[in-house]
């Protein structure tokens, strides 16, 4: 791992919007190779009631009171030879179900120091015709019910390779709208995270070496692994993914990306059941709103 540069002190912004307030007020951590990343907003949704939160002590809230902010923001700087990052998540007023709430990094191998805003954005979905940007998903969410990790790496567009592993909470299980059957951790690349009080926030830590990620949860003194490439093929449907490829992805710089959205969610397919209706993205009703802090990254800012 290369010596990062020197610690640099980041003072935010601040712009207030109606609703929800966009404050920014965000600055390095002061450790040896730790940095928290500033973030900017791409896009709001439109739901009406204000862009989503981003306010001191690294915190982005989608949604405040009981009505829900959605868009998608994106760090101010990339980040090369990433080797960890840290965050602190809270699904717990994530109780509709069929919206997705990510955290996430995108590399883009045609031009890695373009910022991935408007236009300019870019993710392994097919945005193009010929290539698409890499992309390392720590979590996307059906509600607070099923999560899913993936790494999205190589060419293809939407066909790129790709490896995902599922994971479901406490909130599943009985539910009308997931099999059953299918949450069990006998299946390749299914987990458990039930002994983690969904009613709470949770700490994530992703690991990378030798283009492996690895992602971990835990709450007190719970902790579970709900992805790592070498506990074998993934979830079914999963791919082979080519660990020089992350390796050299990752000497490009890949930008963070939180964003909360609907139109896919795991379980799509095949666990969801279809026998629930879709929960309302930008509703009113205290159940569409999700928060994400203390986000840090161990790596080398790109920084112009």
Request: proline share 4%; hydrophobic share 30%; glycine share 12%.
């Amino acid at each position: 791992m290369k010596k990062l540069l020197p610690i640099m002190l980041i003072l935010g912004a601040a712009l207030i919007s109606s609703g929800c307030d966009y404050v920014q007020n965000l600055a390095s951590l002061g450790g040896d190779e730790s940095y928290t990343p500033t973030m900017k907003l791409d896009y709001d949704q439109g739901c009406g009631h204000g862009a989503p939160v981003v306010s001191g002590g690294n915190t982005i809230t989608f949604g405040s009171g009981n009505n829900s902010c959605a868009g998608r923001l994106y760090s101010s700087t990339s980040y090369k030879d990433i080797s960890k990052i840290t965050a602190t998540v809270d699904l717990s007023k994530l109780q509709n179900q069929f919206i997705n709430a990510t955290f996430y990094a995108i590399s883009n191998p045609k031009n890695p120091t373009q910022a991935p805003e408007g236009d300019n954005y870019c993710d392994a979905g097919g945005t193009h015709d010929d290539w698409n940007c890499q992309e390392l998903d720590f979590f996307e969410t059906n509600g607070n019910s099923l999560l899913q990790s993936t790494m999205h790496i190589g060419d293809g567009g939407s066909s790129a390779p790709q490896r995902y592993e599922m994971t479901y909470t406490e909130t599943a299980v009985g539910s009308e709208c997931y099999d059953q059957s299918k949450l069990n951790t006998s299946i390749t690349g299914m987990h458990s995270m039930t002994e983690i009080d969904m009613a709470q926030p949770f700490d994530m830590t992703v690991l990378f070496d030798e283009g492996n990620m690895t992602v971990t949860y835990t709450q007190g003194d719970a902790s579970v692994e709900v992805y790592n490439l070498d506990n074998g093929a993934g979830y079914e449907g999963s791919g082979t993914i080519d660990r020089d490829r992350v390796i050299s992805s990752m000497a490009d710089g890949y930008w963070l990306e939180v964003s909360f959205w609907q139109g896919w969610s795991p379980g799509a397919g095949g666990i969801w059941t279809d026998a629930c209706p879709w929960g309302n993205l930008c509703s009113t009703d205290g159940k569409s709103i999700w928060s994400i802090s203390n986000i840090t990254v161990w790596g080398i800012p790109d920084i112009p």
